[in-house]
């Protein structure tokens, strides 16, 4: 007999032909996908592609002319309160809180999410350490960087230990020090055991730590899967640049015949491989030109990231 949980086992995102329009605006156009717990789904798109209007159903703050979004087997529409119990939306803005400091801000909506007074003390202080911000605890809202205000807003969040996070472009007019920071925070939040939807038109970055991607344009999901899967979709190719001491004519040839090289070009200086990015990875080339007896001066993987997929999947249209 499995001792498996069949409610671990069903996604805790089910999204089904879903639409959202605002009057003649057909903002969100029959999406439908799921997320696994434990996942970090990242929700790319250009401006107005339907990633916010999506995640506002999800949130309980829009309900959508046609489909349904669930959490956990409970629909958004029909049981919000239920919903709003197991998400944490963090919207693309901070919001006004003058004459706040971060804990009272904490305070605040601890007690709107009914969290016992006794109990607010260490669990702000947890979260304060959580999000790196504990010695900021007395300082004033309004004071705070942008990437400090972010972290505070992911505390937020944090208080009633949702299953489900909502980031609204969380990286937002972060500078490169926040960016890294707040991805960093995203994957210990993951390793705590929490599912995350993280919406951005910042690519490359989502891909750094996003277990599945889904790519939305005029509203409707054109790529939806793990990086492999999208990169398998397109045929994507990884252009290696390599130099060798011992070139040869018969190494060129075994090194033709590896069946994860798609091609081989001699340039002045190096050679430029062509890698099946869904076959192998890079160091696994390098394993193998290795058990070929080259001997490497130079291995150089160009960047591939998902603007390569986005600029191929999508033409520049919103909803």
Not at 141 to 158: E, I
Not at 179 to 194: A, D, T, Y
Not at 203 to 217: D, M, T, V, W, Y
Not at 279 to 299: C, I, S, Y
């Amino acid at each position: 007999m499995s001792n498996s949980d069949p409610v671990s086992e069903k996604p805790l995102v089910d999204v089904h032909d879903l639409h959202v329009a605002y009057g003649r605006t057909h903002a969100v156009r029959g999406l439908s996908f799921t997320i696994g717990r434990g996942e970090i789904f990242g929700f790319i798109g250009p401006n107005g592609a339907g990633k916010t209007s999506t995640i506002k159903v999800l949130a309980t703050l829009l309900k959508p002319t046609r489909g349904f979004a669930c959490v956990s087997g409970i629909n958004a529409s029909i049981n919000p309160a239920a919903v709003r119990r197991k998400i944490g939306y963090m919207p693309d803005f901070f919001g006004v809180y003058d004459d706040l400091t971060a804990s009272e801000y904490l305070q605040f909506f601890a007690a709107a999410y009914h969290i016992p007074v006794h109990d607010r003390p260490p669990l702000i202080r947890d979260v304060l350490a959580l999000t790196d911000l504990t010695e900021k605890h007395d300082a004033p809202v309004d004071g705070l960087s942008r990437g400090m205000k972010q972290r505070l807003s992911l505390a937020r969040v944090l208080l009633h230990d949702p299953e489900l996070l909502l980031l609204d472009e969380p990286a937002s007019g972060l500078d490169p020090r926040a960016r890294i920071e707040m991805r960093e925070l995203l994957k210990e939040l993951q390793s705590m055991g929490k599912t995350i939807i993280v919406s951005s038109h910042i690519l490359h970055e989502l891909a750094q730590f996003c277990s599945h991607i889904g790519i939305i344009e005029a509203g409707r999901m054109i790529a939806n899967g793990s990086l492999n899967d999208i990169y398998r979709a397109l045929s994507l190719r990884r252009t290696i640049h390599l130099q060798l001491v011992n070139a040869s004519t018969e190494l060129l040839a075994s090194i033709r015949a590896l069946p994860q090289v798609a091609s081989v070009e001699e340039q002045s200086d190096r050679l430029a491989l062509q890698l099946q990015e869904d076959q192998t990875a890079p160091e696994d080339l390098l394993a193998a030109l290795h058990a070929l007896g080259a001997r490497v001066r130079m291995f150089q993987p160009d960047a591939m990231d998902m603007e390569t997929a986005f600029m191929k999947l999508t033409e520049g249209k919103v909803a």
